[in-house]
């Protein structure tokens, strides 16, 4: 009961706004003032319109955090045919398409978006993203640039650089993504995810002491990251330390049991000390 009052409520609040804008602008229709009165109520409909294409955008997001993309488009395509220009419609749309797997209409989608807003963060974002998905990665780092550009604070430049660094990482330009990675750590000394991709970059790279600072600064900022310790380890194992990778394989494995690298890695840390003699006794 209570439920349904408030919404009627609701709904008397939303047609007293309109009332009151049409009031006024049919005050001004009748004492004569017919331009006035025609963009009263211009900007009446416009914000009726808004307000409505807002909603249709916020019933797709509802059903995207659900996982229903094929909903979530039908809202978006609702907001849209109330407000063509709508960017953020337009925008969320083409990832929905993206994550569906109609890239045609995903690059399309983001496409108008820019055109409309050259300036809009999240339509590079989101179509880097979906290049990126698309195996384009190339043009997805392209993308990603142009976003770090239209970004207006720290927190978007981080996630942006932090991306395109992954996308270096994985063209095996491990330099730039290591210049990524450190610039989004500038941005935000506590930026767990970029520590721990710089560190793999520096492994991959084979600077072993910053990879395992890397790692280790992981571990502060987050005790309970089991690749980190594993990774770790397995730099320890590569300096000889095999006490030390035991402990740290033993660790990732209390937080994430099952952890079947860390199982297999740690069984042969164990068996490193008794190969020798093994070899010896086989040898006689």
Known sequence: MFRKLSLILISLACFNVAADCNDDANAARLDNRLDEAEALL????????????????????????????KKAIAQYNKALETVPTYVTALTNRGLSYALSRNMKAAYKDFAAAIESNPEYLRAHYYHAFALAKDGRKKDAINEYSVALEVAANDTDRKRVLYQRGILYRELNQHDSA?????????????Y??????RALALQHADQTEAAMADYSKVIELDPEHAEAHHNRGLL?????????????????????PGYGRAQVNRGYAFMLPIIPLLVLLILG
């Open 236 to 256: 320890h194992k590569k300096a000889g330390a095999h006490h030390l990778a035991i402990r740290d394989y033993s660790k990732a494995l209390d937080i994430k």
């Open 178 to 190: 290591m210049e990524d990675f450190g610039a989004a750590i500038v941005l935000d000394p506590n």
């Open 192 to 197: 767990v995810d970029a520590y721990f991709s």
């Open 42 to 69: 211009a900007n009446c409909l416009d914000a009726e319109l808004g307000r409505l294409a807002r909603t249709y955008m916020l019933l797709g997001l509802t059903h995207y955090d659900n996982g229903d993309h």
